[in-house]
């Protein structure tokens, strides 16, 4: 990745083996790159449409973004003998779908080890443009050396999903957006879910709880984050907290990001929680041995917020846009 700040703007050259592509803030400085570059590389240009397995839609006149990756999809079906033949999934996992390393038999085929990684590496690239499916992949990942045949159902389900919305595309837009909770977001302005689900994890994992957040931009999802922290929370509250100071510090990362590369954003990234505990009234009182690591966290955030880098808002569960980052969710909110 090639970055370079010119007074009109970002100029971006992404190169992977021996494709490129080029942005600038105009045509006609995309057009000098490309004859600076064929001075040195003989080089055929076309207007981005397809890189890296991903179908590219820009409408300049609209200023709307779309992407897909239909292509990648049909041949992971493929590969893996999918089809749209009898009843089809409207979500990656089934409703309240429990992975964990409790279901992991002793003794796994290496053919079923090599399928299940196979299908993994294909569908973690995949959630580039399909957010949505990032807990059930994130979760069977942390099986796919001993997947069970209830692991291996799972995964040709999700491609299945995948399948049926195929076309269902990765929107940006440079026009205001509307959030959930019905409120409007200036495009310009980066906007967080954080959540958590206290404890989901089995026997095997420790219970160790799921966190995720999801970062808009543009009306589309930026960034997406669904993991299982090291940490062990004895309390929903502090497990929120430890995921709102995740969130803080993608938060602080896009600070420097605007601030260094691109232009000071002037105002404060609003982080959505759906806990009102951590928002409002949470302190620390307990006197163990892990209360000062939940208090440098604490103070952390806090700082960020009096500093005007962040500011925290209370968000109904409803409205929570992370909330599939931890946990599977009913067919009917993915329609």
Same mark, same amino acid.
């Given at each position: 990745l090639m970055m370079k700040i010119v007074p009109e703007g970002l100029i971006l050259i992404c190169t992977i083996v021996n494709d490129s592509a080029v942005s600038a803030p105009n045509d006609q400085i995309v057009e000098q790159v490309i004859q600076e570059i064929k001075q040195y590389v003989d080089i055929e240009c076309k207007d981005l449409n397809f890189f890296l397995c991903i179908n590219i839609n820009y409408n300049q006149d609209a200023r709307i973004l779309k992407m897909h990756q239909c292509e990648l999809i049909e041949e992971a079906a493929s590969k893996f003998g999918i089809n749209l033949e009898g009843k089809i999934p409207l979500s990656p996992l089934p409703e309240n779908a429990k992975i964990s390393s409790d279901d992991c038999p002793e003794e796994v085929s290496q053919e079923d080890i090599t399928k299940m990684r196979s299908m993994i590496s294909i569908l973690l690239y995949i959630s580039i443009t399909r957010p949505t499916i990032l807990y059930a992949v994130t979760k069977l990942a942390t099986v796919q050396d001993r997947p069970s045949k209830l692991h291996l159902k799972y995964a040709p389900r999700i491609i299945k999903y995948l399948l049926y919305t195929k076309l269902l595309p990765l929107v940006f837009?440079?026009? &205001?957006? !509307?959030? &959930?909770?019905?409120?409007? @977001?200036?495009?310009?302005? &980066?906007?967080?879910?954080?959540?958590s689900s206290h404890a989901d994890g089995g026997l095997a994992e420790k219970h160790q709880s799921t966190g995720g957040y999801d970062v808009l931009y543009g009306g589309g999802t930026w960034i997406a984050k669904s993991h299982t922290p090291k940490i062990i929370?004895?309390?929903? &509250? %502090?497990?929120?907290?430890?995921?709102?100071?995740?969130?803080? %510090? @993608?938060?602080? !990362?896009?600070?420097?990001?605007?601030?260094?590369i691109l232009q000071p954003l002037g105002h404060s990234i609003h982080i959505k929680q759906d806990n009102n505990t951590v928002i409002s009234v949470?302190?620390?009182s307990s006197n163990n041995k892990n209360s000062r690591h939940w208090e440098t966290k604490y103070f952390w955030v806090e700082q960020l917020k009096e500093r005007d880098i962040i500011a925290i808002d209370q968000c109904k569960s409803k409205h929570m846009l992370a909330d599939g980052n931890t946990k599977p969710l009913s067919e009917e909110i993915y329609l």
């Open positions: 837009s440079a026009e &205001p957006y !509307t959030l &959930p909770d019905g409120s409007v @977001q200036a495009a310009d302005e &980066p906007c967080i879910f954080a959540d929370a004895d309390s929903s &509250p %502090k497990l929120e907290l430890h995921q709102l100071y995740g969130a803080s %510090k @993608q938060a602080m !990362t896009i600070h420097i990001l605007f601030e260094k949470f302190s620390i």
